[in-house]
């Protein structure tokens, strides 16, 4: 399994519902990255994307505690051994948990790449991204300096050690 994400210097993610920032080149290689796969969200992250709908061309799986919440074009589960159950039916490196906060959280012992966006700058966010721990993970790869103005950025690429023994 993959997760995707964004993050200031600070691992923050977001700030009241939104995302700190919006790099046009982070959104283009998500997509490429997500299409035609599984993304995995909580249902704020849902609400949060476009028109609160589902991503096009993907199987989206929604995790809520909220046993009335309806979204089509979605697949919603409502707890992670559900979760885990449906993420069956899929090639795991074809699944990219993409949020919030107490989704990376949950699932971040069943990763095993971490793709993250790493921003130069610390914004004001209210949620965060969970430490990555040297000891669990390294750092396979780190793109060349980024820009979107003034803004500095790298796409980095961590790996969780020991995953094949």
Not at 20 to 26: A, E, G, H, K
Not at 136 to 154: G, M, N, P
Request: hydrophobic share 35%; aromatic share 12%; glycine share 4%.
């Amino acid at each position: 399994m993959n997760m995707v994400v964004a993050a200031d210097e600070n691992l923050g993610i977001g700030y009241q519902g939104k995302l700190l920032v919006s790099i046009p080149l982070d959104h283009q290689r998500f997509r490429k990255q997500t299409i035609n796969k599984v993304v995995v969200m909580g249902r704020k992250t849902l609400e949060s994307l476009p028109q609160g709908q589902p991503l096009g061309q993907r199987v989206n799986v929604v995790l809520t505690t909220d046993r009335n919440y309806r979204c089509r074009n979605a697949v919603v589960v409502h707890s992670m051994e559900e979760a885990l159950e449906e993420l069956k039916k899929y090639s795991s490196e074809d699944i990219y948990i993409i949020g919030g906060e107490s989704i990376y959280r949950q699932f971040m012992p069943y990763v095993d790449t971490i793709y993250m966006t790493k921003i130069d700058y610390a914004y004001l966010a209210d949620v965060h991204f969970p430490e990555i721990d040297p000891k669990e993970w390294e750092e396979a790869e780190v793109s060349d300096e980024q820009t979107y103005f003034d803004l500095i950025y790298y796409f980095c690429k961590y790996v969780k050690k020991n995953r094949n023994e």
